[in-house]
């Protein structure tokens, strides 16, 4: 059984940084194609950045050289390290893989 759990969100300043992780089970996180996406307040689902089975790492331009993706297959972990983060970056941050969702963890970026 595919499960997807989020954490590392929290409350940070403009200009910090924070980690998120995604723990999987039920898979081996190497073969696949994973996501990282997020809903601000009020807005629809936007995709932030993506690691193939392969190891190849896509960004969206609005976090382009802010965030970088990585996994850990050891730990059946992915994460998200995200710097330099800016108010916009203000979201419920999901793990995604296929039709399977992680229950989401909330970003705030404020000062």
């Known amino acids: 059984q595919v499960q997807l759990v989020e954490s590392g969100g929290g409350l940070v300043q403009p200009g910090g940084s924070l980690r998120l992780s995604c723990a999987a089970s039920?898979?081996?996180?190497?073969?696949?194609?994973m996501s990282w996406v997020r809903q601000a307040p009020g807005k629809g689902l936007e995709w932030v950045s993506a690691l193939t089975g392969g190891g190849a790492t896509h960004y969206a331009d609005s976090v382009k050289g802010r965030f970088t993706i990585s996994r850990d297959n050891a730990k059946r972990t992915l994460y998200l390290q995200m710097d330099n983060l800016k108010p916009e970056d203000t979201a419920i941050y999901y793990c995604n893989l296929d039709q399977f969702w992680g229950q989401g963890t909330q970003v705030t970026v404020s000062s």
């Open positions: 039920g898979f081996t996180v190497s073969n696949y194609y």
